[in-house]
């Protein structure tokens, strides 16, 4: 959705920016079923309040191509694709077995339309990595993966644990439930600060889930609007080419809402509270504004906790920044961490680092929260 | 056609013992001038070069497009509703359909061709020109028959009545039917306004009693979080 450059001359932090925003009219039509929670309608809604506050016409706006059976073969098994291919919600009774290996058919249901779904959106994600590679300075630059999503990113962390092309960190932080603003932000900014220190990647990814906010249909967070958002305005504010991508949101008004104000974050514009009447401004009662403020539930995540967390990790960081290529003795912090529940949330960070000198097979996975690497420099 | 150096061995038989013999150094030449005279390449990039798949990932571009408004007052960028207008119910579902009705005009100018490749001629209340009012009424009953609470969907069943694409009523669903629902419910005093209460079966004197507080962790919420994304297969 956005690649570093020059242009629009407002903004309050006074850089300039050029923004890609990758939109397909189709999308909004995909239909999860009813009672799912996942609505791509909201894509829409998102579009429409962009065009009405004025964003949409500031920006590069692009169709993305579908993404054709041997693109997403680049990464997906041949016999997943074509299953996604073939499947339909009239033919998935008889395909029992591949429904269940493929985990598909409860959060991921079949329906209609789903392979194009799944090409349309792919297009996006891709058409934006492309742009932003574009914006990079060298060819094997770090690229640091950030997510958002109150929902742990299972799919993306296992995808960069068994890649074969090169080194990957990953790091996850726990989180409870009923998170607000002012401790979200003070672990996210003192942690991705010294992530960027650390690994000084060429280019940032940020998954912008928005089921971190609060009253959310499947979520369990307290963040406002602005409190998400914040995390968008810093990862910019470090000026390295970003790629801001979508995720989960099930409370669809709020959804709009939120990328709509990140967008306009994105551009270095400030959008006015009370919404413009719109095609959808009815989904925005009673009050009709862009702003909505969190609940008064309790947070479960204490000072002590959250100050213990960041510290460990900001530990751990450290010793990484000045022994990078040291075997770790020790073990890793998350096993000294309290015991994690089983309705804990994770904010993530992830960063992948292109390199032929090191030997992946080292990682190991410990307690399933944060994954510590074990350098050693493979002789070449 | 190569010829090895002479020298005092005899000239092995064997190819392979041939150029494996370090004592025979081919003599190799180089220099400017053994160099072929190549031409530079004017035709197209070849399928699967990477240059012309990167250029297909960048997607068609659909704005800024020349003829447009591109004018568009910087000033404007941001700007939400008005404090207040001349219609003689501010804030009612006629003075709402009006405001809109102008922000769409206004858009339509500003937009140009890209209001109608973003497909904004499809969206909101005017969807609901495709239906009679008492097509519209029967629409809200097949919907209200059909509660996802009860593992129900409108979708076929309304589909069947109207002997219409599935793309037709899920457009009316989410343009109209919800929006209005939405309104009412705002209108009639309710502080927490959820699309999803239709899916849950709901009715609006329970979402008018419930505090924001208790909205979090509603019956409905606690029911689809129990549900999906768990990471329980």
């Known amino acids: 959705m956005e690649a570093g450059g020059n242009s629009l001359p407002s903004g309050p932090d006074g850089v300039k920016r050029k923004v890609f925003y990758f939109y397909d009219p189709e999308v909004g039509n995909y239909y999860y079923g009813q009672g799912h929670p996942m609505k791509p309608h909201r894509i829409r809604m998102t579009h429409a309040l962009l065009a009405h506050y004025g964003l949409l016409q500031h920006m590069h706006v692009v169709k993305p191509a579908l993404a054709r059976d041997r693109d997403l073969c680049r990464f997906h098994a041949d016999d997943y694709v074509s299953f996604l291919r073939s499947i339909t919600p009239e033919t998935q009774q008889d395909q029992l077995r591949q429904l269940k290996r493929f985990n598909v058919g409860e959060d991921c249901p079949v329906f209609d339309g789903l392979y194009s779904f799944c090409q349309t959106y792919a297009g996006g994600s891709v058409g934006g990595a492309v742009k932003l590679n574009h914006e990079l300075l060298k060819v094997h630059e770090r690229v640091l993966y950030v997510d958002i999503d109150i929902h742990h990113g299972d799919g993306v962390e296992e995808a960069f644990y068994t890649t074969d092309r090169g080194k990957y960190y990953s790091l996850n932080v726990p989180l409870d439930d009923g998170i607000d603003d002012e401790s979200y932000q003070s672990l996210f900014k003192p942690i991705m600060g010294k992530v960027m220190e650390v690994f000084k990647p060429g280019a940032v990814v940020l998954q912008c889930g928005a089921d971190s906010l609060s009253g959310d249909r499947l979520g369990c967070f307290n963040l406002s609007i602005k409190g998400h958002a914040e995390c968008v305005r810093y990862m910019r504010s470090l000026n390295v080419p970003l790629l801001l991508v979508g995720g989960g949101g099930y409370t669809i008004r709020n959804v709009a809402r939120c990328w709509c104000y990140e967008t306009g974050v994105a551009l270095g514009v400030e959008l006015e509270d009370k919404m413009p009447q719109h095609e959808y401004y009815e989904y925005f009662g009673p009050d009709y504004t862009l702003h909505v403020a969190p609940s008064n539930m309790e947070n479960k995540n204490s000072r002590e906790q959250l100050d213990e967390i960041r510290a460990k990790l900001l530990d751990y960081l450290s010793k990484l920044q000045h022994a990078p290529s040291v075997q770790f003795q020790e073990r890793p912090p998350d096993t000294e961490l309290p015991e994690v529940d089983e309705d804990q949330e994770d904010e993530d960070g992830r960063w992948d680092r292109d390199s032929d000198m090191d030997d992946v097979d080292d990682c190991k996975h410990v307690s399933g929260r944060v994954k510590s690497e074990y350098l050693e420099p493979k002789d070449t | ?233």
């Not at chain 2, 997607?59 to 003689?88: F, M, Q, Y």
Request: hydrophobic residues 25%; neutral net charge; charged residues 30%.
């Open chain 2, 1 to 233: 056609m190569l010829k090895p150096r002479k020298d005092k061995k005899p000239t092995p038989v064997d190819w392979v013992e041939f150029i494996t013999d370090e004592n025979h150094k081919l003599a190799i030449p180089c220099g400017s001038r053994f160099q072929v005279d190549l031409s530079d390449w004017t035709g197209p990039p070849h399928e699967g070069y990477d240059e012309s798949s990167t250029s297909r990932w960048l997607g068609t571009k659909v704005w800024p497009i020349e003829d447009a408004h591109s004018d568009t007052n910087v000033d404007l960028i941001g700007k939400g509703r008005s404090d207040s207008c001349t219609c003689p119910s501010p804030g009612s579902i006629e003075c709402v359909k009006h405001h809109v009705n102008d922000k769409k005009v206004q858009l339509q100018s500003d937009l140009d061709s890209a209001f109608g490749k973003w497909r904004f001629n499809e969206m909101g209340e005017g969807v609901s020109d495709i239906w009679s009012s008492e097509e519209q009424k029967r629409f809200d009953c097949i919907v209200k028959m059909n509660p996802a609470s009860e593992g129900k969907s409108f979708l076929k069943p309304a589909m069947e009545c109207f002997r219409t694409q599935r793309e037709t009523i899920l457009s009316y669903y989410f343009n109209v039917y919800v929006p209005r629902c939405m309104s009412n419910k705002a209108r009639a005093g309710s502080r927490i306004v959820d699309s999803d209460d239709d899916e849950e079966g709901e009715d609006s004197k329970s979402s008018q009693k419930r505090s924001r507080a208790d909205d979090s962790i509603s019956r409905k919420a606690k029911y689809a979080r129990n549900r999906y994304l768990t990471g329980i297969r």
